[in-house]
């Protein structure tokens, strides 16, 4: 991969920020230096320091989203931006800007719609073990729920193509946000691929703004929110199991009772056992209509993402922010 093509492609480099003015006028320096026909775009998100105005004077666009949290800030990139490469990063300087063009060209040469640079030595993130260790125990989970697809779903760097980002309904308010984007990517059965790259840790004064619990609890809630909507059978079936076995456990002494004695002497237990098993019937018959629902909405999704063009080179077409309906219906 020679780097006449990836001057012929337009790549749009898209930083989240909140509070980085420590480090973003060197993470803008060094990708505008990895990436020189990259368009590099700052996101400032509500931030109470100068990372507008460093990330500004080291040469990127500057734009502010006022909605707190990285789902809102991903979103709204997405929407704003029209290109044919997305790069993701974060402005803490803990993933190395030489690694771009590696990542582009990996998603390039492998045909994916997805590159994720997974990282090699997140357990030494600021020597938080708590997140090294919840990191663990959401990607096997995430692989038990919805295939072994990915190795590190919370990467924040990553590259996309361009019918990636314009199909990706980005629901997420927080930092589920790269949840969201590896089920998304698994729902569809997109092409992806993965990178390891080495992962720096924070300069002294940088601080992480991940909570391990709170936004722990926000990731585990949004595991179950994306089973209920991608695997409806699976989910509803588990809580129609739980019914089931909590009917058949109030059912046995009452049943063995009654074979016995041929009396049923604790009829409250054994209408209680019947409406739990009523319940159950219930949640599994709603998982079956919701799994039917759930395939055709991923069959739309499919539809909508091979409607848009994939990557492809010999022409220039410049990153910038996506037109307005009006000015399209006019250039139509």
Request: net charge positive; aromatic share 10%.
């Amino acid at each position: 991969m020679t780097e006449a093509l990836l001057e012929d492609l337009e790549i749009a480099v898209l930083l989240p920020c909140y509070n980085e003015a420590q480090t973003i006028g060197d993470v803008v320096t060094a990708f505008r230096a990895a990436l020189p026909s990259a368009r590099v775009y700052v996101y400032d998100n509500n931030s109470t320091d100068s990372t507008a105005l460093r990330a500004a004077l080291a040469g990127a666009t500057v734009v502010r989203e006022r909605r707190q949290g990285k789902g809102n800030v991903v979103r709204r990139m997405f929407s704003d931006i029209d290109a044919d490469i997305y790069l993701m990063a974060d402005g803490d300087g803990t993933y190395a800007a030489a690694d771009a063009p590696e990542l582009i060209r990996t998603l390039i040469t492998e045909g994916a719609d997805m590159v994720v640079g997974t990282r090699r030595n997140v357990r030494a993130d600021a020597g938080r073990q708590g997140h090294a260790f919840g990191n663990r125990i959401f990607n096997t989970l995430f692989r038990s729920l919805f295939g072994n697809d990915f190795s590190d779903i919370f990467s924040g760097y990553r590259a996309f193509s361009r019918r990636f980002a314009k199909s990706f309904p980005a629901v997420s308010g927080g930092f589920e946000i790269e949840t969201e984007m590896s089920v998304h990517a698994s729902r569809l059965r997109l092409p992806i691929a993965e990178l390891e790259l080495d992962y720096g840790r924070r300069p002294e004064g940088s601080h992480s703004k991940l909570s391990t619990v709170r936004d722990g609890m926000k990731i585990l809630w949004m595991f179950a929110m994306l089973m209920k909507e991608t695997r409806p059978f699976a989910f509803f079936g588990a809580i129609s199991g739980v019914f089931m076995l909590a009917s058949l456990t109030f059912m046995a002494p009452v049943l063995a009772e009654y074979f016995r004695t041929g009396l049923v002497d604790r009829m409250p237990t054994w209408v209680f056992s019947l409406v739990l098993m009523m319940m159950s019937f219930l949640v599994f018959s709603a998982g079956m209509i919701l799994d039917s629902l759930a395939r055709a909405r991923a069959e739309q999704l499919r539809i909508h993402y091979m409607g848009l063009p994939a990557i492809q080179s010999g022409h220039r077409r410049r990153a910038r922010p996506a037109e307005a309906p009006a000015a399209r219906s006019r250039a139509a």
